[in-house]
């Protein structure tokens, strides 16, 4: 990433989205099921919105998130994680 390049409409959208706690919870989930873990194991609410940019930026292959509005790969890579979270909270309120 060069010193100039700036973010855009993804990488705010990646910042919103990992400031949302139920963005928290979709990872709490997510490393659950990964892991094979419980909800004492790893609780709701473990996952900060600093993990949550962390994630992203990991899954994304990116070291930051302005990087999302110039890398097609880890664009693509977040609308996936995106689907993904929307995904699971309809199913979620959906079981409720």
Known sequence: MTAEMKGGRL?????MLGGLPVFGR???ARRRR???????QLPDGT???EDAAD????AC???SRAELD???EAAAMFRRIVADFGNWKRRRE???
Do not use: F, K, N, S
Request: proline share 3%; hydrophobic share 35%.
């Open 94 to 96: 959906g079981a409720c």
């Open 47 to 49: 996952h900060t919105p």
């Open 34 to 40: 990964q892991h094979g873990m419980t909800e004492a």
């Open 55 to 58: 994630a992203i930026r990991q």
């Open 70 to 72: 110039h890398d097609e």
């Open 61 to 63: 292959g990116v070291v």
């Open 26 to 28: 979709y990872l709490d």
């Open 11 to 15: 990488a705010r959208e990646a910042a």
